[in-house]
């Protein structure tokens, strides 16, 4: 059964100290279907985007097995566009607009052909769409989650019913402390548990992520880069690639939850490499496996026999 | 030959959220010999006390095989003490006092019998004198820095003229950007390498530490702490697991200095689950041993065939 994947199609303006774009590609959906591109198919998108949706990004879909059934083109409607500025550090960014567009009214649907699908990533939306995502499937075995800030602020209640329904949540260091009020990250990851997900996932940007899971964690690192050149979609790309090498496996043992983060990683690592969606549109396995076996070098140690 | 440490020799008054400490054991050199003791001798001490300074802490550095014959005690003077509180969150340290006393005119006179010394850490102190140090030494193979902001910002020249002096600097994220003036940690590693020493450390505190060598990064696990009790000192007792392990192996390969930071880590996390010195004054090679283990643990993944 094919991979479902909930979450915005948009075009993004992005300002940084090295160039600025306009229009480019962007959105959870993209970000998280091209990463699992690589891992796996079918991969079905569900979305909304207006009818100045580029044909050339349709096709750019459809030349990686992504599935568009599920998205819906509103005529005469404008796709979400997004503009967002980064300063120096990248640690930092200012959204300059946020034009919501069709997106305003974006209520999933899932394909009939889709409801059956037993692997679900829930893009960052409104955890009410979420919810709504979680009651047109069936049998969803395995349902990743992500989300932001923004949801835990004005829409907690609904993102707690979430959480008592999926597998996997992936939120970063800032919003793990705000969901659960805890600044250390270890007590945060075992009270988000309890929230409902078995699986915690917190990434940490340049100080790589912490996988939770059966009491153990691990701790992934991050690829050192002297230049990151635009951060936006690196999120969306971890999660496209951890849930596509899981579509792939079928495997949910800790052992390989643990590769499934390093795969995420890895997909990051090429995301930031480029402006927009270009760091992921032309990888290959060669490619891919490369950059796997540097994460493997850089936190590979063992034990000796001298103390 | 011994392995020769120089630095402070202190009493500490530390507040935390849990608790409060006065007059505790402190100083750079206390919890550098004190890490490095697990894993070597002989090591010699070079500091100054003042007459106050107790007997049961000379006794614990003599059970420790740690040599005190560098140690000038003042007669009528008065030990080095620092007064400092930690906020909820364990990131910021506010200094209540520092009253220098005898510290105020230490000059280091290094033992005639530990001029030949081969290994010598140079614990935070002013590089004016770190280079009296350095001037002293005849022979030395391998030295290993420490420094603080306040060095960077007051005394930078005579800094710069240690670094190029010295094997090994470690730092931490905040000192290796205020000495470089670049945000970015790869790139900072660099330029501190122009500066002088072959091999840099930064340390992340919760984030871990990358090892810089032979155009190779190491990205090192810190142990994931759901109670920090008191971190004063956990830079002091890392140089001093890191230095003690190489000092033991005589090894400088990169999977030996990999090791050597993943035992200071393993020495820091003993550290900070006790106020002051507590931590890591009954220690033994089992519980090192399985604290290192679980370090592997933490960071070990393996590639698979399924990619």
Redesign the interface.
Known sequence: MSLLIVGSLAYDSIETPYEKVEDALGGSSSYISLASSY?TKPIEIVGVVGDDFKSEHLQLFKDKNIGLEGVQIIEGGKTFRWGGKYH??FNQRDTIYTDLNVFADFNPVIPESCKESEYVMLGNIDPALQLSVLDQVRNSKFVVCDTMNLWIDIKKDDLLKVLKRIDVIIVNDSEAKLLTSE?????AAKLIKEMGPKIVIIK?G???A?LFAED???????L????VFDPTGAGDTFAGGFIG?LH??KNHSF??L??AV??GSTLASFCVEHFSTRGIENLD?EK??NR??QF????R????E??
């Open positions: 891992f120096h550090d600044p250390n990250l270890i007590k940490k340049e100080h790589g912490l153990k964690i691990f701790s992934a690192p991050a050192p880069m002297e230049v090498y792939r496996t052992e390989n643990k590769r390093v795969y396995n891919i496996k796997f076996n493997v070098e850089l936190a140690f063992e034990s000796d001298q103390f």
